[in-house]
């Protein structure tokens, strides 16, 4: 049987990680996979779930199993976290998941099951996961023009003009906030525009919200998510706690259906538990016991909003001393949109060719279509980025 398989493509992200670790210069750095990384560059558990898992070492009293919905407190801790206040939060149902990757296969799954001519419109690029993870499902993958490689921002008359033409059968994935990998987001009256869509033409926004904290805080970058929340029966969302809690090992996400009734939203849930069971039978539940006493305990959650908002704070700070450093240099703007974007991701416009070189001669990784991961950087490392960016963009 096995003989029919040929080597497999290594990941893109996943495979840039192993790289890295194996390379033996001193000088390196690691702008591949996203993940925060203080001054020292070590990636910190945050003091929220350091004082969080503490208290759970000490209280648990047993590791039975939760559930098909894992933990139910995360599960409404994390939609209040996103949706509370809406119109969506009296007719949403939600799961925890194996990250948001698991979400996004979960839903996947729930569309496929709903609609088998469901077409998932994806912006381009998207996040790489994006398109594997809805082709294993079943699902039609179509992109929507989305980065305009000239600017380094969205091209929003591109986007929503191709999204004039989705309709019913159709799905479209947004990112709810620092878009990955580009960096460029789209602004609140494109969420709008997009919301007004989806009325007219009957598709489904379907939101990947996993950098909630770091755009441009926890409530405004929710804000686009929340208007469609509030005026459209069916939304999906992704959900990650591997960045803004700093889980990323812990595998924690969630799953919501916004329905056009509670009951609708409830059948839903019946369906992914049905799913879940049939692919992996119940999330791991550590991540998501920590994030219900931080998010249930006024004291942590104080704790775990001061310090995200720090590393937000720094990642903005880096961004603008990458930018200054490489206006220096150049002796124009061209590349102050790195100012501009959102989170931690910038694709910087560099062909496969100069990443290559960047690897090659100065032991700096990032993604492939020049995705550099902004929060893996260091204020000590700028001026080496900098000069190496020149560099390879001077050969
Ligand atoms: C990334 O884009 O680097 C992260 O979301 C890690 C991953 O799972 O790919």
């Not at 990384?37 to 990636?43: I, L, Q, W």
């Not at 919905?69 to 809406?86: D, K, P, R, Y």
């Not at 039978?281 to 249930?296: C, F, K, N, Q, Y």
């Not at 220096?328 to 501009?340: L, M, P, T």
Request: hydrophobic share 40%.
């Amino acid at each position: 049987m096995l003989e029919t398989l040929t080597p497999a493509q290594p990941d893109p992200i996943l495979s840039l990680t192993i790289d890295f670790r194996q390379d033996p210069r001193e000088n390196k750095l690691d702008l591949g996979i996203g993940v925060y990384r203080n001054s020292r560059g070590e990636t910190p558990i945050m003091e929220a779930v350091k004082a969080a898992q503490t208290a759970l070492a000490e209280t648990q009293t047993t590791k039975s199993y939760v559930g098909l919905a894992g933990n139910e407190g995360f599960n409404q801790a994390m939609t209040s976290l996103l949706l509370e206040g809406t119109d969506g939060y009296s007719r949403v149902s939600t799961i925890q998941t194996p990250g948001a990757s698991g979400a996004l296969r979960m839903l996947a799954d729930l569309m496929r099951v709903a609609n088998h001519n469901t077409t998932v419109w994806i912006s381009d690029p998207s996040y790489v996961n994006h398109r594997p993870v809805m082709e294993a499902a079943g699902l039609k993958v179509r992109h929507y023009p989305y980065f305009n490689r000239e600017t380094k921002l969205v091209d929003l008359n591109a986007m929503l003009d191709s999204l004039s033409s989705a309709g019913k059968d159709d799905v479209v994935l947004l990112h709810g906030c620092c878009h990955n990998p580009t960096g460029a987001d789209i602004p609140f009256e494109a969420w709008k525009r997009v919301g007004e869509l989806a009325a007219k033409n009957g598709f489904t926004p379907f939101v990947d919200i996993a950098y909630q904290g770091f755009g441009e805080g926890l409530d405004a970058d929710a804000k686009g998510l929340r208007y469609l929340a509030d005026n459209l029966e069916e939304v999906l969302v992704a959900t990650s706690c591997s960045k803004s809690f700093g889980l990323y090992r812990e595998r924690t996400g969630a799953a919501m259906v916004i329905g056009a009734s509670s009951e609708r939203a409830q059948n839903a849930k019946g369906k992914l538990l049905n799913l879940a069971r049939s692919t992996y039978t119940m999330p791991p539940d550590h991540g998501a016991a920590i994030v219900e006493m931080i998010l249930s305990d006024a004291g942590l959650r104080k704790s775990w909003e001061t310090e995200i908002a720090a590393m937000n704070q720094r990642i903005v700070t880096l961004r603008q001393g990458l930018a200054t450093a490489l206006r220096e240099r150049v002796g124009d703007g061209r590349f102050d949109f790195i100012q501009q974007h959102k989170g931690m991701f910038s694709v910087v416009g560099f062909s496969p060719e100069l990443v290559k070189r960047l690897k090659d001669d100065h032991a700096i990784y990032a993604v492939g279509d020049s995705r550099i991961n902004i929060a893996g950087l260091s204020e000590a490392r700028i001026d080496y980025l900098a000069d190496a960016m020149v560099a390879v963009s001077d050969k």
